[in-house]
């Protein structure tokens, strides 16, 4: 095992040194409890404890608005395919949107691939965070078993009290621990003290829905027709904020934007969401899923259903944002405790030590 | 360390920049177009894939392949004015109806998965066409047609609303006219010199004789039609897996990413369009 530590009063420096050479992104608090993924400069402007960002960290992975190609059409069509991207370093990604990003990676670099996806990952390096306690009551990682790490990062940063013990996963993550020349190698009693720490966390992290973890798929399974469906239906506004929020939502649309002189111009993608009536609606006036209801269920089952089956994983990540932003109060916990209650499968004692 | 912005050689968004040799208007709302790619290569698709059509500044969208591949050097499709039939929207074909031979267009594709054409081999073929259907079923109508020996009875059921909007009606003529198709229309509403029938196209299924266990029903229409033709076919015991069905859905990208098409778990872009019913009935989503 590769672990090296690194004291706290050298953190800003840390920061720093990282920051002489490549932009440095971290969570920075903003107004009202809420953090946001910011270029620093050093590690004084970085949130200590922070609930997850309000954006994921998709949003540099797949940009909110980003550039495939730029056309002229002075002479027929011709047009350029790009690929826009930033060499960054982001620092404080929580476990659960370590594992955001390890979904969004196995969908772009399934075939047909998406090479827009691909450069821009390949330009970023990450170096995790390890929560050692709950952020807050909207999480549900430990039913998703995202409150530990399970890779997906360079660096990984755990909080010991009075240093942090770094867990170094990768080439390029070792190439910054040799660069910054800050990090010691760690000692018998830092492992210890991980593990006890994994130990204690073992007892914080509950099951947040009392059903045992390799049962959510069957669950699902058999919900298809539920009621519970109507009931968000009857509450959802359909302003599409969870899907905004969602760390494995990347539905878009892809629009022409013609500049001034109606010949040069870009072809873009901007996030989209299915949470819009408009969305599956095809020219003859048909939307395939006109109810909210319907669409509800269908952002559920892209979490809890279709990826299992595509991909044997689950696509919550438990990062809590979806209810957190509901301005309907639509709590994830909640739709899925009563779903597993509806089937039957509540357990009570799943995932408890 | 600022966004910097290279050319992307293997983007899946590269278009390429076809001409078109000659358009056709055929109705009031549709318009006929032979296009052919750079170098006159080939397109190289299957009877039912779709390409993605460009207007750089206006957009894309998915459109039929209407002609077999057995046609070389181009290729066909037929584009429905939307903003003229509906009375909303049809910005991108719209201005594809403004174009004329000599003009460009951005093709992608082709895309998805046709009609399973090794498997049908051998086998009867009744198809069922109603609307704009007619523009896709025609790639496997003539490809059939053009490899007549390999395929067992051909029966082809058209609908449309009036004789007038009746597409492709000389090739529907020859069609009729060999003795290796039979062929049936029928129209919603007729005019003093239609010898046809009038009616849905549910209504001229009945009618049909055929050896269900050998017999693939191929059907392509509005996504209205699609229940109430199964339910003929299934009364002529044709088995579900035989029984062929094209969906039409939102698409933006064809990759199976952007999440327009999809149908509960698979994306109509790349797993469809064509889907047998076997498969489809159990996609609540679906018809
Ligand atoms: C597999 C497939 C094959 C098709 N084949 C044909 C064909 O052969 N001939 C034909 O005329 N039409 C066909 N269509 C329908 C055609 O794609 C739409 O009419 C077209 O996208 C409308 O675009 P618009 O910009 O003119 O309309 P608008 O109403 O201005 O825009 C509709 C918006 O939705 C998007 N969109 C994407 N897919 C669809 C869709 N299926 N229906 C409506 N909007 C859609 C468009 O890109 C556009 O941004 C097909 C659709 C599919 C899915
Ligand atoms: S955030 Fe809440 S109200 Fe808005 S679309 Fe999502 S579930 Fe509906
Ligand atoms: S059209 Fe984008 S996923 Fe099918």
Redesign the interface.
Known sequence: MQYVTLKKERFDDFISRLAQD??VVAPVAQDNNAYAFEPVTSGRQIAKDYIPTILPPKKYFMPQYE???T?N?GN????????????MILFGVRTCDLAGIQCLNM??S?R?????YL?RKSKIIIIGYECNDYCDEYASCRLVHNHTPNGGYDLFFTDLGDKFIVHINTQAGDEIIEKTKLFEEANEKDLKALEALREKKRKIFANEVPVVHENIPQVFEKS?NSNIWEDLGKKCLSCGNCTNVCPTC???????E?NLD?KT?K?Y?RW?S?QSET????????S??EERA?RQR?RY?RKF??PV??FARLFCTGCGRCSRTCMAKINLKETVTALVAEQGLTDKKAGKE | ???????????????K??RILRTKQMTETEKYFEIQLPGGESLDHEPGQFVEV???????APISISSSPTKRGSFELVV?D?GK??GQ??RL?GALHKLEAGD???IRGPFGKGFPVRILEGNDLLFVAAGLGVVPLRSLINYVIDNRRDFGKVTILLGCRTPQNMLFADEVNEWNKRLDVNLNCTVDKADPEWKGNVGLITSLIPGVTLEPERTFGVVVG???MYKFVIKELLKKQIPERQILLSL???M??G???????????VYCCQDGPVFSYDKTKNF??AV
Do not use: W
């Open positions: 490549k932009k550039t495939l190609a056309f059409i027929g069509q011709q047009m350029e395919p790009v690929v826009e991207y930033e060499r969908v772009f399934e047909p691939k998406d090479h827009n450069v298809y990347y539905c878009f649309d892809v629009i022409d013609p109606l111009g072809r993608r989209d299915c969305f599956a609606k095809v020219a003859g006036g048909e395939f899923r319907a269908h089952y259903k279709y089956d595509k | 360390m600022t966004l910097k912005r290279v050319i992307l050689k293997d983007s899946e968004y590269e278009i920049r076809a460009s207007l750089l500044g206006i957009g894309e429905r939307v039939f509906t929207g049809g074909t460009e267009v951005g509005p996504p209205i039409e859905r939102h933006k990208c990759l199976g990413k952007c999440g327009h098409c999809q149908i509960n778990d609540p989503e």
